[in-house]
C-alpha cells in the first residue's frame, strides 16, 4: 500500500513511502516488518489544497505523484504486480501525525489494472475483493448474532413447544452450513501467508478456522444428544454428552462474537458492530433473567386458564389414549413433546406416565431409584405450568372449609401432639380453624391423597409430600382387641384432625424439622394431592405393596373392609409389606389381627422384613400373583422398591396401565 502524503495550506511538494497493512488502520512502513524494505523511488510531483477542477469549475483537493517501483521487488510485503492483470487497490490520507488513517471518500478501494499498452490499461472504483469481505462480515453478523441465538435460546427456553427442536436444528444448521460458505469464500479471495498477516486479521482468521472446525464436530455431538436422549437410559452418558452439547455451543457463541469483533475493527466499522452487540446481549440477558426470576410474562408465555380435570379421567386418557400424561402437584401435564427434550434422557419420562411428578421434582424420589434425589430449580417447576393442559380441582368434602376466605394452596395447621409409632416414626396429629378433615363416609377417591409440607429451613424453601390417612387408629385398635392392649400402641385423635405419619430420617432438613415441632406449632401445607389409588369404587380385586411409609395409604382401604366387615362387599385387597429391619415396621399389629378376623378371602396380609423376602423367594411369589389378574395394583414405597416390584409385576404378566406406582 502507499499512501500519498502531504500537508498544509499551500502548494507543496509530494513524497511517498512505502507502507502495509491488511486492515483499515493506519499502515506501517515496510521497514518496521520483518525483512521489509523501501522500494518506492523517483518520486515527484506536489500537493495543491486549492486546484481548481476545469470538470467542475470547484475547488478542491489536488494531489499529483509520480513513482517507480519494480513490479516484483522481492520484499514479501509488497504485492507483486503482473502486466495486464488486476490488483486491489487502496488509497488514503493522513490529516496530520496524531490523527491517523482516514478514508479519502467513500470508494476506499478498487482495482487497477497495468497494462503494456494505454488501451488496456483500467481502473473500477467498485470491483473489489473487499466488497467480497463486507458480503462475508454481513453474513457472519447475520448468522452469529442472530441464528445462533435464536439456536441458543429455543432450546434453553422453549423446550415445552412441540416445535422447539426443529427451530433449534434448521436455525444452527444454517449457521454450520453458512458459515462453512462464507468463511471459504472469505479464504478463497483473500488468502495471505500468514507470515505477512498482521495482527487483527491474523487473529481473525486464526479464530474463524477454529470456529469452521468446531461446529461441525458440535452439528455431529447434537445429533448424538438427541439420539441418547431418545434411546438411551444410562444417565451417565446422556448427561456427559448434552454437558458437552452446551458448553461447546456457548463457547462457540463467544468465540464468534469474538471474531466479529475483529472483523468489524478490520472493516473499521466499530461502531455497528457495538450497536448490534449490544441489541443482541441485551435480548439474551432480558430472557434469561425472565428465566430465572420470572419478572416478565408477556400475555403469550402466560400460564393459559386451564379447564378442569379429574384424575381418574386423565389416566382413562392414558390407559385408552395413550396420553403421555402426569400430575404435579394440581396440575396435569402434557410430557409427550418433552419427554426427548428431558435433560437426564426420556427414558425417566417415559417410566412415569401416570404418576405425580412432585415427588421427583422436590428432591426427595429418583426415577427408578439408580440415581441419588435431585432438587430441581426453579425454572424447572415452571415447566410444568408451560406443559399443563389442565387443572385437577380439590376433592371436594375432604376437608370442611370452616373459613371460605382461605385457600387450600396455603394452609396453616397447628401441631396438636406427635406420637412416636416405632423409634424413627411419628404420627403428627394436626389442626385448623379454618379447615376440618371430612367426618362424612370416606369416599374411595380420598384415599391415598397426600399433603405437601413446606418449611423454610436455612433460608431455602424445602417442599416434601406426606400421605394422609381417615382412620382413626385408636378406636380400630380397641375394636380389634377389648383388652386395650393394641389401643395402648395408637394415641386417641380428635374429630376433624389431620392425621399424617412420617419416618425420621438423619439427614432429612424436614423430617427433622417436623420432629422438632412442639405442640401449637405451626406447618405450612398444600393440598390433598394426587391421584392416589384411583379408586371408583369398593370393589374388585387388588394387590398392594408397601415399602416402609409406603403402607399408610393402605390403612383406609383395610379399616373401610374392617367397618363393612357385616355388609356384603366385593373389596378383596392382597397387601406386601416390607421392612428394612423388624424394629422399623409399625402399625403391623393393626393389620395382621384385622386379617385374621376377616379371613384371607377378604384381607391377605404378608409382611416381610429384608432377609424374609430372600427366604420366601418373594419375586416369584410376586409373578405368582400378577398372573392372577387383578384389577389394579398398587405400588407405594422408595423409588427403588417401586421400580422393582413394578418390573416383576410387568414379568408376571400384569400389563403397565394396571400398575398404579405413588
Known amino acids: 500500500m502507499y499512501v500519498a502524503i502531504g500537508g498544509g495550506d499551500t502548494v507543496s511538494p509530494i513524497f511517498l513511502i512505502d507502507l502495509w497493512s491488511e486492515n483499515h488502520d493506519e499502515p506501517s512502513e515496510d521497514t518496521d516488518y520483518w525483512s521489509g524494505t523501501e522500494d518506492v523511488i523517483d518520486v515527484t510531483g506536489y500537493y495543491d489544497p486549492s486546484y481548481l477542477d476545469p470538470a467542475t469549475g470547484e475547488t478542491t483537493t489536488f494531489i499529483n505523484a509520480t513513482f517507480s517501483r519494480l513490479l516484483n521487488t522481492g520484499d514479501i510485503w509488497d504485492t507483486i504486480i503482473e502486466a495486464d492483470k488486476h490488483i486491489d487497490i487502496n488509497w488514503g490520507y493522513k490529516k496530520g501525525k496524531k490523527f491517523g488513517f482516514d478514508e479519502h471518500d467513500s470508494y476506499s478501494q478498487g482495482r487497477i489494472k497495468f497494462a503494456r499498452s494505454a488501451d488496456n490499461e483500467s481502473f473500477s472504483k467498485e470491483d473489489s475483493k473487499y466488497f467480497g469481505l463486507a458480503i462475508h462480515l454481513v453474513l457472519m453478523t447475520i448468522f452469529w448474532t442472530i441464528m445462533a441465538p435464536i439456536a441458543i435460546m429455543v432450546a434453553r427456553y422453549g423446550k415445552h413447544l412441540k416445535c422447539w427442536y426443529w427451530c433449534h436444528l434448521i436455525s444452527f444448521a444454517i449457521v454450520i452450513i453458512g458459515t462453512i460458505i462464507s468463511v471459504s469464500y472469505a479464504y478463497q479471495i483473500h488468502h495471505t501467508p500468514t507470515v505477512q498477516t498482521t495482527k487483527k486479521p491474523r487473529y481473525h482468521s486464526r479464530l474463524g478456522f477454529i470456529i469452521t472446525c468446531l461446529i461441525l464436530g458440535q452439528g455431529f455431538i447434537g445429533l448424538i444428544c438427541k439420539f441418547l436422549q431418545t434411546k438411551s437410559s444410562v444417565f451417565s452418558i446422556i448427561s456427559q454428552v448434552r454437558r458437552a452439547h452446551k458448553a461447546i455451543g456457548y463457547g462457540l457463541l463467544i468465540l464468534a462474537l469474538m471474531n466479529n469483533t475483529y472483523g468489524f475493527a478490520i472493516m473499521s466499522m466499530e461502531i455497528v458492530h457495538d450497536i448490534m452487540l449490544a441489541i443482541c446481549l441485551a435480548i439474551m440477558f432480558l430472557f434469561e433473567l425472565r428465566h430465572q426470576l420470572s419478572f416478565w410474562k ?365
Open 298 to 662: 408477556p400475555g403469550f408465555l402466560c400460564l393459559k386458564k386451564l379447564p378442569e380435570m379429574s384424575h381418574q379421567e386423565a389416566m382413562e386418557m392414558i390407559e385408552k389414549e395413550g396420553a403421555k400424561l402426569m400430575f404435579c402437584d394440581e396440575l396435569v401435564m402434557n410430557i409427550g413433546p418433552f419427554i426427548t427434550s428431558h435433560p437426564g434422557g426420556g427414558y425417566m419420562l417415559r417410566d412415569t406416565i401416570g404418576e405425580d411428578a412432585g415427588k421427583y421434582m422436590v428432591g426427595c424420589s429418583s426415577i427408578n431409584g439408580e440415581l441419588m434425589p435431585y432438587a430441581h430449580s426453579r425454572p424447572a417447576f415452571d415447566y410444568t405450568k408451560k406443559l399443563a393442559i389442565a387443572k385437577v380441582p380439590y376433592p371436594e368434602g375432604y376437608l370442611e372449609k370452616l373459613d371460605e376466605s382461605e385457600t387450600n394452596n396455603l394452609m396453616h395447621w397447628a401441631v396438636s401432639f406427635q406420637h412416636a409409632l416405632n423409634e424413627t416414626t411419628r404420627l403428627i396429629s394436626l389442626s385448623s380453624p379454618h379447615f376440618r378433615l371430612s367426618q362424612e363416609q370416606l369416599q374411595p377417591s380420598y384415599i391415598g391423597k397426600h399433603f405437601k409440607v413446606t418449611a423454610k429451613i436455612g433460608g431455602t424453601a424445602i417442599s416434601r409430600y406426606y400421605s394422609a390417612f381417615f382412620a382413626d387408629l385408636h378406636s380400630w385398635a380397641q375394636e380389634l382387641d377389648n383388652s386395650g392392649k393394641l389401643s395402648n400402641n395408637y394415641p386417641a385423635c380428635s374429630e376433624g384432625n389431620l392425621q399424617l405419619i412420617y419416618r425420621v430420617y438423619g439427614l432429612g432438613k424436614i423430617t427433622q424439622y417436623l420432629s422438632n415441632l412442639s405442640a401449637e406449632n405451626i406447618v405450612e401445607l398444600k393440598g390433598p394431592l394426587g391421584p392416589g389409588l384411583l379408586l371408583n369404587n369398593y370393589s374388585g380385586n387388588y394387590l398392594g405393596f408397601a415399602g416402609g411409609t409406603g403402607i399408610i395409604p393402605f390403612l383406609d382401604v383395610v379399616h373401610y373392609l374392617w367397618l363393612s366387615k357385616d355388609n356384603p362387599s366385593s373389596l378383596k385387597l392382597t397387601l406386601f409389606a416390607s421392612f428394612r429391619t423388624v424394629e422399623d415396621a409399625f402399625c403391623i399389629d393393626l393389620l395382621e389381627e384385622t386379617s385374621r378376623i376377616l379371613g384371607e378371602d377378604k384381607f391377605k396380609f404378608v409382611v416381610m422384613v429384608d432377609k424374609q423376602a430372600k427366604d420366601m423367594n418373594f419375586p416369584e411369589i410376586i409373578k405368582k400373583y400378577a398372573g392372577s389378574n387383578p384389577d389394579r395394583a398398587w405400588v407405594c414405597g422408595p423409588s427403588g422398591y417401586n421400580n422393582f416390584i413394578k418390573s416383576l409385576l410387568i414379568e408376571g404378566g400384569l400389563g403397565r396401565k394396571k400398575i398404579i406406582v405413588m
